[in-house]
């Protein structure tokens, strides 16, 4: 079976700053592992994904996220903070891979509130 | 391509009613899946289609759930007699190769 656990359910930073938000995976196969950000009253909106080959990853908004297999994590950071990036953060993961049509397990999400 | 859209994008009932929920995901994706989001958790699998055929179902579908797909083009969840322990948010998302797309979602309260 598969899980995911983030680490804090809210986290604030001040606009400009480091965001960091934590997620540890389990798995017992290869995991494809996604962030996904939800603004309120939307759907959920891919920021990037791990499938294989290079394990730190980039995404939209600035975002990148690095696989760590032997800690079985996949955090999310951005260097400087924008106000626009306050919303609901996912963390996710998948056993078949992205290429496949298995479902994806979310984490319970980080809420990121920026500060001016 | 419009994106997947659902409807409603709200809906209030009261406890016993049924309710359906409609999703209609992006033009010749052919797999489409359902997720339900309660306050303060991420996202949970429901059920998923590939084409017309349902193929996979969570154990969180009980029998008052029924999900189809007719013609593999858009889906329908219906909900019967609603229980307060149904309100969430009703996510869809559809994929052709892999990403899944998700729609806005429907909130759906029991009362």
């Known amino acids: 079976a598969q899980s995911v656990t983030q680490l804090g359910s809210h986290v604030s930073v001040s606009e400009g700053a480091l965001v960091l938000l934590r997620c540890n995976y389990s798995?017992?196969?290869?995991?494809?592992l996604f962030w996904y950000v939800q603004y309120p009253n939307q759907g959920l909106q891919l920021l990037l994904k791990?499938?294989?080959?290079?394990?730190l990853v980039k995404g939209i908004n600035g975002f990148e996220a690095e696989f760590k297999k032997s800690e079985t994590s996949f955090h999310l950071t951005k260097p400087s903070a924008h106000m626009s990036d306050a919303a609901e953060y996912f963390c996710?993961?998948?056993?078949?891979?992205?290429?496949?049509?298995?479902?994806?397990?979310f984490g319970s999400g980080t809420r990121l509130s920026i500060r001016p | 391509d419009t994106g997947v859209s659902q409807n409603p994008r709200h809906k209030i009932t009261k406890r016993g009613q049924n309710v359906t929920f409609r999703c209609d995901p992006i033009?010749?994706?052919?797999?489409l899946y359902w997720y339900r989001q309660t306050l303060g958790q991420g996202p949970e699998f429901l059920t998923y289609?590939?084409?017309?055929?349902?193929?996979?179902k969570s154990r969180l579908l009980s029998d008052r759930f029924s999900a189809e797909r007719p013609k593999g083009s858009f889906s329908t969840l219906e909900i019967q007699r609603t229980e307060q322990g149904d309100s969430a948010m009703y996510l869809c998302?559809?994929?052709?190769?892999?990403?899944?797309?998700f729609g806005p979602g429907t909130r759906l309260t029991v009362t």
């Open positions: 998302a559809s994929s052709l190769r892999g990403e899944q797309y």
């Open positions: 798995s017992s196969v290869p995991p494809y």
């Open positions: 791990y499938t294989t080959g290079a394990t």
């Open positions: 033009s010749e994706h052919n797999r």
């Open positions: 996710a993961v998948s056993d078949l891979g992205a290429s496949s049509a298995s479902k994806i397990i």
């Open positions: 289609f590939q084409n017309e055929a349902q193929l996979e």
